[in-house]
């Protein structure tokens, strides 16, 4: 079983910076493939970006593709989500995902195993 905890949400102005981490316990973190999501209020929860468990490549979604950036210190068990150039619409609450042996990039958040419980991001306009 794997917890995943993140932090780094809050309030921003629009052009702001934030970075979400998203720390797991237990071991063999290196083995899984971790991902972001986003629901807004009334709206389904979306894909952000993946990076997969055995190498460094990255994928987004094309609304955040070139502001954000997702990295993975497998000695830290932690995942990041670099979000700058921040705008109104990226206002969500963000869950980061874990997939066991997650070789390749997973688009679905059907596709994770594992699920934290979210942090807020909201961004004044």
């Known amino acids: 079983q794997v917890q995943l905890v993140e932090s780094g949400g809050g309030l921003v102005q629009a052009g702001g910076s934030l970075r979400l981490s998203c720390t797991a316990s237990g071991r063999r973190f290196s083995f899984y493939a971790m991902g972001w999501f986003r629901q807004a209020p009334g709206k389904e929860r979306e894909f952000v970006a993946t990076i997969p468990c055995i190498s460094s490549r990255t994928y987004y979604a094309d609304s955040v593709k070139g502001r954000f950036t997702i990295s993975k210190d497998n000695v830290k068990n932690t995942v990041y989500l670099q979000m700058n150039s921040l705008i109104h619409e990226d206002t969500a609450l963000y869950s980061c995902?874990?997939?066991?042996?997650?070789?390749?990039?997973?688009?679905?958040?059907?596709?994770?195993?594992?699920w934290g419980q979210g942090t807020q991001v909201t961004v004044s306009s």
């Open positions: 995902a874990a997939k066991r042996t997650g070789v390749g990039v997973y688009l679905s958040p059907n596709a994770y195993d594992y």
